[in-house]
Structure formats: C-alpha cells, structure tokens
C-alpha cells in the first residue's frame, strides 16, 4: 500500500506560545512537499511536533501515517511506525559511534528475531556511503562529533538511506554543503523516492529544489500553510522574495511567537 500522511489542523505551542496555528497538509507516496518561508516562522517547530519533541505541546489536530494515529505515539514509536527527521540542526553523541548507532535505529524498526546480520549490516553502509561519497573512517567516528556543518548533513542522509523511512522529513539539509555535496545528497533522496515514501524538505533556497523537483510547494508565515502551489512557485519566491506573498494575504509580520 502506498504510504498516506496527513497533518489536519495542528497546533502546537512551546512553552505557552503558540507557534503552529493549523496546519494542513496531505503528503502521499512518491509525492515531494517542499516547505519554503521566511526566518521565524514555524517550520523547523513543524518538524519536531511532528517527530514528537518533548519540548513542543500540540494543543489540537490530528496526525496519522497509513492510518496511524502518530500524535499517540511516543519518539521512538514515531520513528518505529517510519518518520525520519534530518535535523537543521543534528546533534552530537559522543560515546555512540555512527554505526552502532545505525545498526541500532535499523534494528529498533524491525521484530525482535529479525535483526540486520552484522555482515549484511557492513555491506549495507559501505555500500550507502560509497554513494554519498563518504570516508569509510566515519562509520567508526562518534556520531556527529566533530563533524563539520556539510558532513553532519551527508550523515543525516546516510541514516535516511540506511533506516528506509516512509515520511521522510528534512530540515535545512542544503544548509552548509557545498556545490558537489548538494548533488550527491540530492541523487540521494531523488534514489530514495517511491511511492512507500513521502518527502516534506523545508528550504530556504531554489538550488536544492534544482536537483530535487517538488511535486508541491508550500509557503509558511505565522505558524500557517499561506500558499501552495508547484514548482513555480519556489522560482518566484527565488527571484521576488516573500513581499508579494505577504501583500497579497494583507501580511505584515510574517513571523510567528513575537510577544
Ligand atoms: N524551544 C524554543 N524556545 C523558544 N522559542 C522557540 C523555540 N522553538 C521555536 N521557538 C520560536 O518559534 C518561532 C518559530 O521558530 P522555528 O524554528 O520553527 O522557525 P523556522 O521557520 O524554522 O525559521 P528558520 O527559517 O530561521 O529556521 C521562533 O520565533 C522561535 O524563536
Ligand atoms: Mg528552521
């Protein structure tokens, strides 16, 4: 069955405020949303309400993937029942190295009984790495330390080509890479498309959305959806920037939680 996710009239605040102010959106399998929009204006709190952040209170709506309910679900069940979130901002884990900690999330999505083979594992992720052009020795490094901005980048793909998600989130993943990396974490998520697996990408920038051709584009202000249409629309943005936008939906401040 193909993947179906849908978001219906989320809220979500942190720490009183309300940053989400009902969103609604609907990703099917195959399907590519691009979430574009100015600083400061709910999408990065969109990715962790979705993930499950323990930070952020959804205070209505409903979420559900293949008909699940996702908001029921704690992180890891989250990550379990096929969401990934590649981070803006990954975190460093010193101590757990990158492949103990790969083996580990592949391992926690199947049945106990079921576990990668150690062998099968190390072919996989050579195998993955290879493909983003990646130095073997940072399957032994502890994950993310050290790392610089574009690797941590690399890496967050990495873990999405290894765990097989099938509502693949990323935040900001073009942040940081370079023109070569772009591409190569670009055939990435492009090798990765299926119809087992949607992808919602926030970006600030029409050069990611160059090599990854959305299906969907979405603008962001206020905690809101405020306009959706195609790839056209991220061409627009890229060369008139966000005034029209907000002139046309009588916006004048287009963040979100300014007190
Ligand atoms: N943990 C937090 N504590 C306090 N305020 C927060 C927290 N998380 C988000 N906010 C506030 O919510 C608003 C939206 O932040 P968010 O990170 O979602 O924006 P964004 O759209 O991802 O922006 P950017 O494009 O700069 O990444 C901001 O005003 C931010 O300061
Ligand atoms: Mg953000």
């Known amino acids: 069955m193909a993947t179906h996710f849908k978001i219906d009239g989320l ?3 942190i720490e009183g405020k309300e940053i989400l102010k009902g969103i609604n959106l609907e990703i099917k399998g195959g399907e590519i949303h691009a979430i574009m929009g100015p600083n400061g204006t709910g999408k990065s709190t969109l990715a962790s309400a ?5 930070k952020y209170e959804v205070t209505e709506g409903a979420v559900e993937l293949d008909g699940e309910d996702v908001l029921e679900m704690a992180v890891d069940e989250r990550a379990r029942a096929g969401l990934f979130l590649g981070m803006q901002y990954p975190s460093e884990i010193t101590g757990v190295t990158n492949s103990d900690f790969l083996r580990s999330a592949i391992n926690a999505r199947r049945e106990e009984g079921k576990e990668i083979s150690l062998i099968k594992f190390i072919r996989l992720m050579e195998g993955k790495m290879k493909e983003l052009d990646m130095n073997p020795e940072f399957a032994h490094r502890y994950l993310n330390e050290g790392f610089s901005g574009g690797e941590k980048k690399r890496n967050e793909i990495l873990q999405m080509m290894m765990i ?14 370079d023109i070569d990396a772009l591409k190569i974490v670009a055939n990435g998520v492009n090798a990765m498309r299926s119809e087992d697996r949607g992808f919602l990408i926030i970006t600030h920038y029409q050069r990611l959305l160059d090599y990854i051709t959305p299906d969907f ?6 905690g ?3 306009k959706s249409g195609g790839p056209e629309l991220a061409a627009r943005l890229e060369s008139e920037g966000y005034d029209w936008v907000k002139e046309e939906l009588g916006i004048v401040d287009e963040t979100v939680g300014q007190v």
């Open 11 to 13: 809220k979500a605040e």
């Open 50 to 54: 979705l993930m499950g952040h323990p």
């Open 164 to 177: 097989d998600p099938k509502l693949v989130i990323l935040d900001e993943i073009d942040s940081g890479l």
């Open 217 to 222: 584009v979405h603008v962001m202000m206020q």
């Open 224 to 226: 809101r959806i405020v």
